[in-house]
């Protein structure tokens, strides 16, 4: 094979340094982790995975390095830019826009704005049923708290939700919540409970997904990272997976704008600090 002797005979007593020995730690378990959620993990999830689930700490280009050289890859998709919002002379009824056109999305404490929204997903074996998704979402740690489905979306569907959230909640009651313009929101039902319950309705500019983006973005999420991989034969186990993912994702989810918690680690602490 042309090599010299003694280069063989250096390869042969190496002894690997403690760099090549946590190189070796990290990859292993970013395999390990990789593999149990089919790989819809990013260099900066992971990066926070191992500094707060391992003895071993890594920076965004020593994880980008040991990704690239054992040729892992993420499995979901690239983010895309947003799009540019357009600039309205009438503003109505949305009460997280600054007036500087950016959007109020981190209040300074718990159930302060809530966000809701619905969102469709298909079960069968061919996919041919289809089952309503509502689900609300506390904006200061980005839990789902609390969640509903039905076989279509109504007023009844969106109301009975926010009853639950504040079920959840022990009673609390946000001072804003925001949603699109969907019919269920726009609905007597619905404007009246919130009124009841003195929450103002703040409702998303005609043709601006972007004011709804939070909530938006946890469907992006739970499609691209679960529902992508796993297929419901039944509307039992549909929401069985649902129930799966929304567990997954206020448990152990890390996100890198709650300082790499997960929704529940970022409430807790945030109380242990109030207390």
């Known amino acids: 094979m042309q090599v010299a ?6 390869w042969l007593n190496h ?21 149990a959620h089919n790989y819809i993990f990013g260099v900066k999830r992971l990066v926070m995975h191992v500094n707060d689930d391992t003895q071993y700490h890594v920076s965004n280009s020593k994880m980008r390095r040991i990704m690239r050289e054992n040729n892992i890859v993420a499995s979901i998709k690239t983010k895309r830019k947003p799009r540019k919002k357009r600039k309205e002379e009438i503003i109505s009824k949305n009460l997280l826009l600054n007036e500087d056109y950016t959007h109020n999305f981190k209040p300074g404490y718990a159930n302060k704005y809530w966000v809701t929204d619905c969102t469709e997903l298909l079960y069968g074996i061919n996919n041919q049923c289809k089952l309503r998704l509502s689900a609300i979402k506390d904006l ?13 979306e109504t007023a009844k569907l969106v109301t009975e939700t926010f009853k639950l959230a504040i079920e959840n909640e022990y009673g609390a ?10 019919s269920g929101y726009v609905s007597g039902l619905f404007n009246t409970t919130l009124s009841a319950e003195g929450v103002l309705h703040s409702m998303s500019r005609p043709g601006e997904p972007g004011d709804n983006s939070s909530i938006e973005s946890f469907w992006s999420h739970m499609k691209e990272e679960y529902f992508r991989f796993y297929t419901s ?25 709650l300082k790499g918690m997960t929704p529940k680690e970022f409430r807790n602490h945030a109380s242990k600090n109030i207390a």
């Open 15 to 35: 002894v690997p340094s403690k760099r090549n020995i946590d190189d070796q730690g990290i990859l292993d378990y970013v395999i390990q982790l990789e593999e």
């Open 140 to 152: 200061y740690d980005h839990s789902i708290i609390a969640w509903m489905v039905d076989d279509t």
């Open 233 to 257: 034969n039944t509307k039992q186990e549909l929401i069985d997976n649902i129930a799966e993912f929304m567990s997954w994702y206020n448990n152990e989810r890390r996100q890198s704008t």
């Open 5 to 10: 002797r003694s280069s063989y005979y250096a």
């Open 173 to 182: 009651v946000p001072e804003i919540l925001h949603s699109d313009r969907g």
